[in-house]
Nanobody
């Protein structure tokens, strides 16, 4: 059974940085695509970034491109989201997600973590 556990959220000032981690277990993830999503109250969950575990290819939402970086450490079975130049509008609960396959449109993710809160103060 796939388990995803996020950590690293917290409170940061605008312009600051945070690194989120997602510890993945229960599968061999080399055939998976891993993603980060975020959600604020009253809004739909929003795609942030994804990475193909085997090839390392990445894709970002326009709103975070050039500020956020997704990466994975195969030895630790962990996916990271490095967030720099944070803005108040980045405030949300951030979720790690996984789906088997390499195409992985945002709506296809099957497995989800419990989320971690990121709050950016202005």
């Amino acid at each position: 059974q796939v388990q995803l556990v996020e950590s690293g959220g917290g409170l940061v000032q605008a312009g600051g940085s945070l690194r989120l981690s997602c510890a993945a277990s229960g599968r061999t993830f080399r055939t998976y695509t891993m993603g980060w999503f975020r959600q604020t109250p009253g809004k739909e969950r929003e795609f942030v970034a994804k990475i193909n575990w085997y090839y390392g290819s990445t894709y970002y939402a326009n709103s975070v491109k050039d500020r956020f970086t997704i990466s994975r450490d195969s030895a630790k079975n962990t996916v990271y989201l490095q967030m720099n130049s944070l803005k108040p509008e980045d405030t949300a609960v951030y979720y790690c997600a996984a789906v088997e396959g390499s195409t992985a449109p945002p709506g296809s993710f099957k497995y989800w973590g419990q989320g971690t809160q990121v709050t950016v103060a202005s």
